[in-house]
T-cell receptor, first 114, second 114 residues
Framework: DAMVIQNPRYQVTQFGKPVTLSCSQTLNHNVMYWYQQKSSQAPKLLFHYYDKDFNNEADTPDNFQSRRPNTSFCFLDIRSPGLGDAAMYLC?????????????FGDGTRLSIL | AQSVTQLGSHVSVSEGALVLLRCNYSSSVPPYLFWYVQYPNQGLQLLLKYTTGATLVKGINGFEAEFKKSETSFHLTKPSAHMSDAAEYFCAVSGPGGYQKVTFGTGTKLQVIP
């Protein structure tokens, strides 16, 4: 089945130690998104790509960066994680830049900060 | 600008009873509306969507939702709750512009009591 795969499912890192989360997709979708979701809250969009066109949300901290080397892969880099960055990180894709297109989500990476 | 309000952060129903999860939206453009379900430690899964056309939309797992423009509502219903329906449900509205950026509601956690 075509899908969105996030690795690892659980990631533990130390305060201030850089960490990278990965996402791959077999759906061949143009658009990829990264969300942060804290406990019992709605997902919060960090950034998204339309093909290689990168779009940063205005309130996404500078500590968060992303790379999309090709259609299939997208990475989330957290340069110096703080305790407040502990959350579930969700990757999603959509087939084109249309408002009626649903998003397809991976199962997320739960990030813990020691 | 667009926004979504989900009434009730927690809803409890008995197994076999009607499920009703409320969602009201605000949108500066004709709305495209979505309901997603999230099971523990998983990503979001599309239940159903309204774009244009028929206002009663049927989704997966026996859920349906009715778009009511006059009430700016898109409530989710299921005639008979099943234990497997216990999850968190998010209503979302698609924003203006070319990209499929959505605004999520804060979610409603559904508990099903045996």
């Amino acid at each position: 089945d075509a899908m969105v795969i996030q690795n690892p499912r659980y990631q533990v890192t130390q305060f201030g130690k850089p960490v990278t989360l990965s996402c791959s997709q077999t759906l061949n979708h143009n658009v990829m998104y990264w969300y942060q979701q804290k406990s019992s809250q709605a997902p919060k969009l960090l950034f998204h790509y339309y093909d290689k066109d990168f779009n940063n949300e205005a309130d996404t901290p500078d500590n968060f960066q992303s790379r999309r080397p090709n259609t299939s892969f997208c990475f989330l880099d957290i340069r110096s994680p703080g305790l407040g960055d502990a959350a579930m990180y969700l990757c999603a894709t959509s087939s084109e830049a249309g408002r009626n297109q649903p998003q397809h989500f991976g199962d997320g990476t739960r990030l813990s900060i020691l | 600008a667009q926004s979504v309000t989900q009434l009730g952060s927690h809803v409890s129903v008995s197994e076999g009873a009607l499920v009703l999860l409320r969602c009201n939206y605000s949108s500066s453009v004709p709305p495209y509306l979505f309901w997603y379900v999230q099971y523990p430690n998983q990503g979001l899964q599309l239940l159903l969507k309204y774009t244009t056309g028929a206002t009663l939309v049927k989704g997966i797992n026996g859920f349906e939702a009715e778009f009511k423009k006059s009430e700016t509502s898109f409530h989710l219903t299921k005639p008979s709750a099943h234990m497997s329906d216990a999850a968190e449900y998010f209503c979302a509205v698609s924003g203006p512009g070319g990209y499929q950026k959505v605004t999520f509601g804060t979610g409603t956690k559904l508990q099903v009591i045996p």
